[in-house]
């Protein structure tokens, strides 16, 4: 059955950069998309971005210059990493796989805190 | 962006029927299709499908869920509530990037 793992650290320093992998299983990352939504504390659900299954990229505007999204096809990984964090980027990061036009599958989430 | 406005609560006692509303700022068809969908998200979880393309039911979903709407208004529907419910739930929408969220609307018992 089709799985998404979500990795990474859970303390991040304020100004650094954040690196999240998203591990599948049971889905193609070259049939399907890959998106990234986070979800600060207590609050609603955000549009990171999105790997597309040609590998092409789309981002959040107000995230755009701080955000990069890239894959390893091989190893069946999604790659998120975002710099220059602040405290207001603390949040759950979810990977979430796309075979048509919605949010099939989720991960569990990663809890990402930014503090010094 | 396309906004999508829901309100923020709803009590509801069990065995009644539970409606939650998703309006939006664009129209949301395409060839035929409302790209309007809805989750359920519980308390230290993550989001679950429930209802695509409007009024698609999820795989596994329970038939005591069901979406409606075109354009730029939609509605989800829980009849009869059962306590399992409890939750927030958020409508999304996919007609055009950035892909968005309504704020949620929580969903308690009386």
């Known amino acids: 059955q089709v799985q998404l793992k979500e990795s990474g650290p859970g303390l991040v320093q304020p100004s650094q950069t954040l690196s999240l992998t998203c591990t599948v299983s049971?889905?193609?990352?070259?049939?399907?998309?890959v998106h990234w939504v986070r979800q600060p504390p207590g609050k609603g659900l955000e549009w990171v971005g999105a790997?597309?299954?040609?590998?092409?990229?789309d981002y959040n505007s107000a995230l755009k210059s701080r955000l990069s999204i890239s894959r390893d096809t091989s190893k069946s990984q999604v790659f998120l990493k975002m710099n220059s964090l602040q405290t207001e980027d603390t949040a759950i990061y979810f990977c979430?796989?796309?075979?048509?036009?919605?949010?099939?599958?989720w991960g569990q989430g990663v809890m990402v805190t930014v503090s010094s | 962006d396309i906004v999508l406005t829901q309100s923020p609560a709803l009590a509801v006692s069990l065995g009644q029927r539970a409606t939650i509303s998703c309006k939006t700022n664009q129209n949301v068809d395409y060839y035929g299709n409302s790209y309007m969908h809805w989750y359920q998200q519980k308390p230290g979880q993550q989001p679950k499908l429930l209802i695509y393309l409007a009024s698609n039911l999820a795989s596994g979903i329970p038939a005591r869920f069901s979406g409606r709407g075109s354009g730029t208004d939609f509605t989800l529907t829980i009849d009869p509530v059962e306590a399992d419910d409890t939750a927030t739930y958020y409508c999304q929408q996919s007609r055009n990037l950035p892909n968005t969220f309504g704020a949620g609307t929580k969903l308690e018992l009386k």
């Open positions: 790997i597309w299954s040609g590998g092409s990229t």
């Open positions: 979430t796989g796309q075979l048509l036009d919605y949010f099939d599958y």
């Open positions: 049971g889905f193609s990352l070259t049939s399907n998309s």
